[in-house]
C-alpha cells in the first residue's frame, strides 16, 4: 500500500512539474500570462464599477460600499485565473477525439491522474507567480479582506479545482460519442463565467435565484472564496459552500467514472 502512494506520488510530482516547466518555459508569455492580462483585467472591472458607483450616486450598494465591490473585483480576477480549467479540458478532449488518448492509456498513470497532476502544477505556479500582486493591491488602497480567513480559502480552491477538473474531465469523455465536442465546453465554461460570480457578486442577483446560484457548487469557484475574504458573509455560508462542493464533487465523481467507461469500450484509437 504503501509502496503503491510512493509511486503515485512521484508520477504525480513528475507531471506537475512538466506543466510547471512548460509554463515557465517562455519568459515573456509567462509575464503577459501572470501579470498583464489579469492587471489589465483587473483594472478594467475596477474602473467599470467605479464608474457605476459615481453616475448612480450610491452610499451604499446591497450594503455594502465603494471599496467593498472593488475589493471584489480585484480578488475576482486572481482566484478566476486559479479554479478555471480551458486549457487543459481542451487538451483533454483533442486527445480523446484524435487519438492521442493511446499513448497516456500506455503509461502506468491514469488520463485522469495525468491531467489533474499538470493542472495542480500549472495552478501552483499561477499562485506563487500572482498571489503578491492583490496582496499589495489591498494594501495600497486599503480596500477590506480578512487575511486570516486565507488558509481556509485555500482549501475551499483546492477543492474547486479538483471538482473542476473531474468536471472538465466528464466533458472531455464526449469526445467519445461526438465529431466535435467542443462546443460542448464553450458553452460550459460562458455558464459558469456567470455562475462562479466572476462578472458580479452574486448576492447582487434577485431572490429567489441569487440564493440558488450561491448555493450551487459553481459559487465556490470566484463569489464563495472573493466573498469571503473581501467580508461580505460570514463563517457559517462559507461552510454551507464548502458541503454543497463536496457532495457535487462526488456526484460529478461517479458520472465521470460511468462516461469514462461506457466511452473507453468504444474507443478504437484512430479518433472519435
Known amino acids: 500500500m504503501k509502496g503503491s502512494f510512493v509511486s503515485f506520488w512521484k508520477k504525480s510530482k513528475a507531471a506537475a512539474k512538466l506543466a510547471i516547466l512548460s509554463h515557465l518555459e517562455y519568459r515573456f508569455n509567462f509575464f503577459i500570462d501572470a501579470y498583464m492580462q489579469p492587471m489589465i483585467t483587473t483594472l478594467v472591472e475596477m474602473a467599470l464599477w467605479y464608474g457605476i458607483w459615481v453616475q448612480g450616486g450610491f452610499q451604499s450598494l446591497n450594503g455594502f460600499g465603494l471599496n467593498s465591490y472593488l475589493a471584489y473585483a ?3 480576477t486572481f482566484v478566476a485565473r486559479i479554479t478555471v480549467n480551458w486549457e487543459y479540458e481542451m487538451r483533454m478532449m483533442e486527445d480523446i477525439e484524435t487519438g492521442k488518448l493511446n499513448a497516456i492509456l ?8 495525468f491531467y489533474l497532476s499538470q493542472f495542480f502544477g500549472y495552478k501552483f505556479s499561477v499562485i506563487l507567480g500572482t498571489l503578491g500582486v492583490p496582496l ?4 495600497l488602497l486599503d480596500l477590506p479582506l480578512h487575511y486570516e480567513r486565507l488558509p481556509v480559502v485555500f482549501v475551499l480552491i483546492l477543492i474547486y479545482v479538483l471538482f473542476a477538473h473531474t468536471l472538465s474531465f466528464f466533458f472531455s469523455c464526449f469526445g467519445f460519442f461526438m465529431t466535435r465536442a467542443h462546443s460542448l465546453t ?3 465554461n460562458v455558464a459558469l463565467w456567470v455562475l462562479a460570480g466572476e462578472v458580479f457578486p ?3 442577483v434577485p431572490e429567489p435565484y441569487g440564493k440558488w446560484m450561491m448555493w450551487s457548487p459553481f459559487a465556490s469557484g470566484v463569489y464563495v472564496p472573493v466573498g469571503f475574504l473581501t467580508g461580505r458573509f460570514g463563517y457559517e455560508e462559507f461552510f454551507e459552500a464548502l458541503l454543497s462542493l463536496v457532495v ?7 458520472a465521470a467514472v460511468g ?10 484509437g484512430t479518433g472519435a
Open 136 to 139: 499589495i493591491a489591498t494594501y
Open 186 to 188: 464553450i458553452a460550459k
Open 202 to 204: 452574486l448576492d447582487l
Open 106 to 113: 500506455l503509461r502506468p498513470f491514469s488520463f485522469y491522474s
Open 74 to 76: 480585484l480578488w475576482a
Open 259 to 268: 462516461i469514462w467507461r461506457a466511452g473507453i469500450t468504444r474507443y478504437v
Open 248 to 254: 457535487s464533487l462526488s456526484i460529478v465523481g461517479v
